[in-house]
């Protein structure tokens, strides 16, 4: 049951849509980061970039064989040996990763359709305290070139509304001009910064 209705342009149309270091660099995926989850990998646009910067292992689950073929091709010509791709469907099963494992999810372009609640409560379960979610979201524009499918882009208000409903603290909201935006959750209550360890 995909979660997105976005009919993915091609894949370098899609990537020239995205300045990823300075997704990164924003959303705080950095070499401090060890073990990350991506739902919905895609391409691997994000995949492999955060593979070469994070200092554990990413793993990066999607349930079209297709994404799944194209991100191992990539993890093999870039030579990564930090990537798990997983085949799977994480709205049908979850993400079938530990609980308290992960210290960052990406869901990054997988949250304009339904069960959002049920991804944001599987992303927070997984987490360790003080981890991050870090999201990637269209901003709507009709110019976006590629003709993205979506029926919605969510707006950063509901998007609080399902990442509050967990328990999870909003951190940051930025722009990811011309097309995205970015918003940042952790794990943890922030009014108790001090004891945070990362
Ligand atoms: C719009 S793409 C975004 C890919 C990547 N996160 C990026 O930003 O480049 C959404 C991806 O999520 C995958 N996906 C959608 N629903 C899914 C589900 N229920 N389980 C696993 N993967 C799913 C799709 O196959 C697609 O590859």
Same mark, same amino acid.
């Given at each position: 049951m995909a979660v997105s209705n976005i009919g993915m342009p091609d894949q370098a149309t899609w990537e020239n849509l995205f300045d990823i270091k300075k997704v990164f660099a924003t959303l705080k995926l950095?070499?401090? !980061?060890q073990e990350v989850v991506e739902f919905g990998c895609g391409y691997g646009t $994000?995949? !492999?970039s955060a593979a070469e910067i994070i200092s554990g292992t990413i793993h =990066? !689950?999607?349930s079209d064989?297709?994404?799944i073929r194209v991100t191992s091709e990539a993890v093999k @010509?870039?030579?990564l040996e930090n990537v798990e791709v997983i085949q799977r469907d $994480?709205?049908?099963s979850g993400s079938g990763m530990k609980n308290l494992s992960m210290d960052y999810v990406m869901l990054f372009n997988v949250l304009n359709a339904e069960n959002q609640n049920a991804l944001f409560k599987d992303a927070k379960r997984v987490l360790k305290k003080w981890g991050y979610i870090g999201v990637v979201i269209w901003n709507g524009d009709p110019e976006t070139p590629? =003709?993205?499918e979506m029926e919605a882009a969510p707006s950063p208000e509901q998007c609080r509304i399902w990442a509050r409903a967990v328990g999870l603290s909003f951190e940051l909201k930025c722009e990811l001009k011309p097309y995205f935006y970015g918003m940042l959750f952790v794990k943890g209550n922030t009014l @108790?910064? @001090?004891d945070r360890q990362i």
């Open positions: 950095n070499g401090r !980061i $994000f995949t !492999i =990066a !689950i999607d064989p297709e994404m @010509k870039h030579q $994480f709205v049908l590629g =003709a993205l @108790k910064w @001090k």
